[in-house]
C-alpha cells in the first residue's frame, strides 16, 4: 500500500486538473439541449477509465444518456467490487447566485468551486484515480468493474432495464458507491441506511369552471380550501402520519443502535441558528436525528391553484394541486406506501369535490448491516486514513438505484460517501473540499484490500 499511496501524492495536481476538465464539460442531463455535452463527458471518461488500466471498457446507448462500463478481472477467483457513479450534474439555475460561473472550478478556502463538484463528478472520480494508482503500482488484490450512468439526476429511467439485460456481465460480490457525505473531516460516519421514497401528484377538483367568489363564495366547494384541510389532516397533534397502515411492519431501530447515532456531535441550537428557525417540529419521542434519518416522514413540497399573478382576481378556484413526498424506511414498499395514500386521501375528500392521485416515482429503503463485511471493510479503510472510526448514520435521503442493485444484481451496497452537509449539492456555490477528493483517493485502495481479505477468510 505504500506504493500506492506514494504514487497518489506523486500525481495529486494531475488529478485535480483532470477533475476540473471532467467538470468543466456541463452535463446536465435534465436539459436536451446539453445532450452533446453529456455524450461528451462519457467519451472524456471511457478515455480516462482505458488509459486507468480498464479493459473491456464501452459506452451503451439507452433510450437516454448512455452508461459506460469497464473492468479488469485479475482472476475470476477472486472478489469483485462494481464501482457505481453518475457522470451527469443538476442545472446550475439561477446562475446569478453563483459566486464564480457553475461550470469553471474555482478553489476557495481549499474548497472546490462547481456544479458537479461533489455530486457526483468529484466523487466519482476518486475511484478512477483510487484505481490507477493500484494498476499502475501493480497491487490491485481483487476484481473491480465500473458502471457510470448519466442520468441520475432524472431519477435513472434506464438503469434497471441495463442492469437486467446485463446481469452475467454485472456479477460482482459488493457495490461501492460514493456519492454520500459524513459528519465532519474530523468525524468520519458511514451511511448504512438510507430511506425510500415514494412521489405523488394530487389534484383536487370542485366546479367545472373558476367561479366569482362573491357571487359563488360560501355556496361551493373551493378547492384550495379543501386540499388545504385534507393535507393538514395527514398529521395528528404528534406529528404522527395518519394513514391507515402507513407504518404497518417498519422496524424500530433497537436501545443499542440508538446510542450508536447519538454519539453522532449535535448542536440543536446551531442546527436552528442555520435554519433561521425559533423551534424544531417532528414525530414526538424522537431525537432530531432519528427523525431524518430513521422514522419514516409525509411531506407536501408544493401546492397551487386559482390565481397567483400580480394584484387580485377574487375567484374560487375549479382545481387545486398538490405535490407530495413520504420518505420509507426499512419494510415499508414505495408502491404499497402509494396504494395506502392514495385510498387514504380519496377516503377524506367531501362529496363536493373529486380527487386524482397521480404517482410519480419512488424507491425502496436500504440497510447495511453494521456487522457485514461490506461495512467493516469500509469502516477499517475510513479508521487507516482519517484516525478515527467511523460512526454509522442512517442517510435522509433516498438512492432508489441502491434497492435496484440488491434487487436485480443481488449485491449490498456500500455508501463510503466524502461529501459534508456544507456542499452545498443541488443549490449555486455546490463545492468539495480539496482534502475529502483526496481522503476519498487514499481510502478506496484500503477499501479494496480489507474487503480483499474478510472474503477469503
Known sequence: MEKVQGYIQENKQRFMDELFDLIRIPSISADSEYKADVLKTCE??????????????????????????????????????????????????????????????????????AR????????????????????????????????????????????????IANKAKLKADVCLISDTSMIANDVPSIDVGLRGLTYVEVEVTGPNRDLHSGVYGGAVANPINILAKMIASLHD???????????????????????????????????????????????????????????????????????TGEGSKTVLPSKAFAKISMRLVPNQNSHHITELFSKHFKSIAPASVKVEVRPHHGGEPVLTPTDSIEFKAASMAIEKTFGKKPIPTRGGGSIPIVALFEKELGVKSVLMGFGLDIDALHSPNESYGVFNFYKGIETIPYYYENYTKLKSQ
Request: charged share 25%.
Open 44 to 113: 472524456f471518461l471511457k478515455e480516462k477509465l482505458i488509459a486507468a488500466g480498464a479493459e473491456n471498457v464501452e459506452i451503451s446507448p439507452t433510450k437516454g444518456h448512455p452508461i459506460l462500463y469497464g473492468d479488469k478481472i485479475i482472476d475470476p477467483k477472486l472478489p469483485t467490487i462494481l464501482v457505481y457513479g453518475h457522470y451527469d450534474v443538476q442545472p446550475a439555475v439561477p446562475l446569478e447566485l453563483w459566486t464564480t460561473p457553475p461550470f469553471e472550478p474555482t478553489i476557495r478556502n481549499e474548497r472546490i468551486y
Open 116 to 163: 458537479g463538484a461533489c455530486d457526483d463528478k468529484g466523487q466519482m472520480y476518486m475511484h478512477f484515480k483510487a484505481f490507477e494508482a493500484m494498476m499502475k503500482t501493480g497491487t490491485l488484490p481483487c476484481n473491480v468493474k465500473f458502471m457510470i450512468e448519466g442520468e441520475e439526476e432524472v431519477g435513472s429511467p434506464n438503469l434497471g432495464p441495463y442492469c
Open 237 to 307: 397533534e404528534n406529528m404522527h402520519i395518519t394513514i391507515p397502515g402507513f407504518y404497518d411492519g417498519i422496524v424500530e431501530q433497537t436501545a443499542e443502535e440508538r446510542a450508536e447515532m447519538a454519539k453522532a456531535p449535535f448542536n440543536e441550537a446551531d442546527y436552528k441558528k442555520d435554519l433561521g428557525v425559533a423551534e424544531l417540529l417532528g414525530e414526538k419521542g424522537y431525537t432530531t436525528m432519528e427523525r431524518t434519518g430513521t422514522r419514516p416522514t409525509l411531506d407536501c413540497n408544493g401546492i397551487w391553484g386559482g390565481y
